[in-house]
């Protein structure tokens, strides 16, 4: 069975402009999360979407947005992109409300 | 809120020697308790989770971990390391059902020496 996929793994962008990120998680799940990942702040939850709801969020600015689709992909959105946005984006499956998280390798975004 | 703390930022061990990575918890609710491992370039790899049941929870690669509730503690351990555990571990903690929301610690890197 695959696992979870992310692309694109790499991405450089210059101040202002706006990213999209996509995530596909293992087949039959329906659960997605995702995650920054920063030297300074570690790993910090950015949001969970379930059945294409968005169940929580993480305590981000507006800029950062998402949404699942019917096929269980999802993409996450940042816009009027900051210095500190750098980061590595990382993306988890689960299958239930409660199951494990299947991690994927990450996007690794630069901002210029 | 829960909070989770890594007590070690850097731990270097030498190859065959055992290893101990310390990880305390605080949360007003149950929760759900995690190690994964990231390699270079990876994403997080599941070790090893404790939902309930027996304390001493055994992982991948012949990692364990005890759950120690009066210390809020989840120590991870592994009697003989090898050059191939060199990477981050992160401990992570969870609510109970119904959110699967993780919150990380800050991570340890074990460094494994020849």
């Known amino acids: 069975k695959a696992g979870v996929t992310q692309t694109p793994r790499y991405l450089i962008k210059t101040r202002g402009q706006q990213v999209t990120l996509s995530c596909s998680p293992i087949?039959?799940?329906?659960?997605v999360s995702w995650y920054q990942q920063t030297p300074g702040q570690g790993l910090q939850f950015l949001f969970e979407y379930f059945s294409e709801t968005q169940r929580n969020k993480g305590n981000f600015p507006g800029r950062f947005s998402g949404r699942q689709f019917s096929n269980s992909r999802s993409e996450m959105n940042v816009s009027t992109l900051e210095l500190g946005d750098s980061a590595l984006y990382l993306c988890?499956?689960?299958?239930?409300?409660?199951?494990?998280?299947?991690f994927g390798p990450g996007t690794r975004l630069t901002v210029l | 809120a829960q909070s989770v703390t890594q007590l070690d930022s850097q731990v270097p061990v030498f190859e065959e020697a055992p290893v101990e990575l310390r990880c305390n918890y605080s949360?007003?609710?149950?929760?759900?308790l995690f190690w994964y491992v990231q390699y270079p370039n990876q994403g997080l790899q599941l070790l090893l989770k404790?939902?309930?049941?027996?304390?001493l929870v055994k992982g991948i690669n012949g990692f364990e971990a005890e759950f120690n509730k009066s210390q809020t503690s989840f120590h991870l351990r592994k009697p003989s390391v090898h050059i191939s555990d060199t990477a981050e571990y992160f401990c992570?903690?969870?609510?109970?059902?119904?959110?699967?929301?993780?919150?990380f610690g800050k991570g340890t890197k074990l460094s494994v020496i020849p």
């Open positions: 992570a903690a969870r609510r109970g059902a119904g959110s699967y929301q993780l919150t």
């Open positions: 949360s007003s609710v149950s929760v759900y």
């Open positions: 988890a499956s689960s299958p239930t409300l409660d199951g494990e998280q299947f």
């Open positions: 087949s039959g799940h329906r659960s």
């Open positions: 404790y939902l309930s049941g027996s304390t």
